[in-house]
């Protein structure tokens, strides 16, 4: 098992920027596949990203697309979230999670961080 722990979030205004970070605590999170995950007050949680442990591929939500990037760091312990040009449609928790394969299934992935709240006003 591995524990996550996200960081990052906050409140941000319309058009800004956050990165979330999610740190593995007491090991590194090779050669797991990465996901971030987000749920809104009242909706399900939904996908966001994901990325291979090899950092191939990267897969995005539609919504997403063009906007976020998701990368991992140089010590294959840290997996990053870089949100640009924020909506006030994504405020949210934003989850990291951790599993055998990169996939858009939440169900697939066993190991989950405490999440971090993400806020963008208008």
């Known amino acids: 098992q591995v524990e996550l722990v996200e960081s990052g979030g906050g409140l941000v205004q319309a058009g800004g920027s956050l990165r979330l970070s999610c740190a593995a605590s007491?090991?590194?999170?090779?050669?797991?596949?990465m996901g971030w995950f987000r749920q809104a007050p009242g909706k399900e949680r939904e996908f966001v990203a994901s990325?291979?442990?090899?950092?191939?591929?990267?897969v995005y939500a539609d919504s997403v697309k063009g906007r976020f990037t998701i990368s991992r760091g140089d010590a294959r312990n840290t997996v990053y979230l870089q949100m640009n040009s924020l909506t006030p449609e994504v405020t949210a928790v934003y989850y990291c999670?951790?599993?055998?394969?990169?996939?858009?299934?939440?169900?697939?992935?066993?190991?989950w961080g405490q999440g971090t709240q993400v806020t963008v006003s208008s």
């Open positions: 999670a951790a599993a055998l394969a990169a996939t858009m299934r939440a169900d697939d992935y066993n190991q």
């Open positions: 007491g090991r590194t999170l090779s050669p797991y596949a």
């Open positions: 990325i291979n442990w090899s950092g191939s591929p990267r």
